[in-house]
């Protein structure tokens, strides 16, 4: 599959966008993790091999995304610099901003967590992905997934 420059050479300002995005991505994430309250389900796996192997949350995220990632090889997905970025920089905001939000807060704040989290969540979605520098390792492996096999988008999503 031949190389798409335009998703490897942002502007700055669309270099900014994506970083800003994935921050606020992992910080979203970081929010729901910490409420204790319910996690998005790549979230849930991701802590659940941290704790497995004894890595944090975040570390683990960049390992699940590295290894999604290499499962684009023979789908023959293109990557492209916000896909890589995304795979490493939510997991690193994911757990610096775990360090900053608090280890024990009361079950009100636990749970405005979850709206603000998600909402994060979808702020930071929205800003990487209108930059149109690649898909992230998930979104990524479902659309080639489909682009493969022919399955809907639906049921790909549904399945993965």
């Known amino acids: 599959m031949p190389i798409?420059?335009?998703?490897?050479?942002?502007?700055?300002?669309?270099?900014?966008?994506?970083?800003?995005?994935?921050?606020?991505?992992?910080?979203?994430?970081?929010?729901?993790?910490?409420?204790?309250?319910?996690?998005?389900?790549?979230?849930?796996?991701?802590?659940?091999?941290?704790?497995?192997?004894?890595?944090?949350?975040?570390a683990a995220t960049v390992l699940v995304s590295a290894f999604v990632l290499l499962a684009w090889i023979p789908l023959r997905q293109a990557p492209g610099l916000g896909s890589i970025c995304n795979a490493v920089l939510i997991g690193v905001a994911l757990d610096a901003t775990l360090v900053l939000l608090p280890d024990h807060a009361a079950l009100g704040w636990r749970a405005a967590m979850i709206p603000a989290g998600i909402a994060l969540v979808a702020l930071g979605s929205g800003l990487y992905l209108t930059t149109r520098?690649?898909?992230?390792?998930?979104?990524?492996?479902?659309?080639?997934?489909?682009?493969?096999?022919?399955v809907s988008l639906r049921a790909v999503r549904a399945s993965s």
Not at 15 to 31: I, R, V, Y
Not at 133 to 150: A, F, I, K, Y
């Open 4 to 58: 798409d420059r335009s998703r490897w050479t942002p502007s700055p300002a669309r270099f900014a966008q994506l970083l800003a995005g994935l921050a606020t991505f992992g910080a979203g994430e970081a929010m729901l993790v910490a409420s204790g309250l319910g996690n998005s389900p790549w979230s849930v796996l991701a802590q659940g091999l941290g704790d497995q192997i004894g890595i944090s949350v975040g």
């Open 133 to 150: 520098l690649g898909p992230g390792p998930r979104d990524g492996l479902m659309t080639g997934l489909h682009r493969r096999t022919g």
